[in-house]
């Protein structure tokens, strides 16, 4: 893996902190892509990190990362889109066991806010690193949509439905980059995420007696190594959930053990049919 380069979209905080943390720390250099200049200082200085700010819903800042990674590091292998913009952003009351809102009751700039940030800025950053990875024949695209039923789940607009529009994305890039050495994944949580975002609502719960399971940002670890290494060449068009990752297994059968198709239907044979690795 030290050969490798990464961007990592949202890699300052949460999972995407998490990630980039982990990508790292197996050689692979990466930039690690935030929002917010205050997430900078606590990476710099990091082994093999480059930490930056930018606002990835313009094409302009697309443009200068992608240039940033390949002028520092020389460089681009993987591209992992996981910057969002979650419940706690779109409605806070929802986590507070308020009724959420109704579709009808969310503002316009809350829905393009979080469409732009999740859906838009993850199509931008796709389109101008497949090129790159298709011409050198090898690469890695990891996208972070979010479990089936919360894309669908009552009060869930636009936060489902941007990462349903990633999810099916994620379908067809993998359709049309078959055969060309770039493979297109996605890796999820699987639960609710222990992230900045969730403190408010942990310390709610806390009082009340009950603390939900939630995924910690390093469980995203594991199965995103697999997907972006050399055992993963023939891994395209799946999805991974931390959650049920059986870090006891070689990662080859733990892959096999929780890979399902990226998509909305799950076919039997398409689950039998997962490919040697």
Request: hydrophobic content about 45%; charged content about 25%; proline content about 6%.
């Amino acid at each position: 893996m030290t050969d490798r380069v990464a961007i990592v979209t949202g890699g300052l905080r949460g999972l995407g902190r998490g990630m980039t943390l982990g990508l790292a720390a197996s050689g692979v250099r990466v930039l690690a892509v935030g929002h917010l200049p205050e997430d900078v200082a606590p990476m710099e200085g990091t082994t093999n990190v480059r930490p930056m700010v930018a606002d990835l819903r313009s094409p302009a800042a697309c443009d200068k990362v992608v240039a940033e990674a390949l002028s520092v590091f020389g460089r681009l292998d993987i591209l992992v889109n996981n910057a969002g913009l979650t419940f706690t952003y779109i409605d806070p009351a929802r986590f507070r066991r308020e009724k959420p809102r109704k579709f009808w009751e969310v503002k316009d700039e809350v829905i393009q806010n979080v469409m732009d940030t999740n859906y838009v800025a993850a199509d931008q950053m796709g389109r101008r690193v497949a090129p790159i990875l298709v011409n050198q024949g090898w690469g890695r695209i990891v996208n972070v949509t979010t479990k089936l039923d919360t894309m669908n789940r009552e009060g869930s607009v636009p936060y489902g439905s941007s990462k349903a529009a990633l999810e099916m994305t994620t379908e067809i890039w993998a359709k049309e980059a078959a055969g060309s050495g770039m493979t297109v994944n996605i890796v999820n949580p699987g639960a609710g995420a222990n992230t900045p975002g969730m403190n408010q609502e942990l310390k709610d719960w806390s009082r009340e007696g009950r603390v939900p399971r939630l995924v910690e940002p390093d469980e995203m670890v594991p199965p995103l190594l697999f997907v972006v290494s050399t055992a993963a060449d023939k891994v395209n068009g799946y999805r991974f959930d931390a959650l049920t990752w059986d870090v006891s297994l070689a990662p080859a059968d733990a892959a096999r053990k929780n890979g399902r198709p990226a998509g909305f239907v799950l076919h039997p044979q398409d689950e039998a049919a997962f490919p040697a690795v």
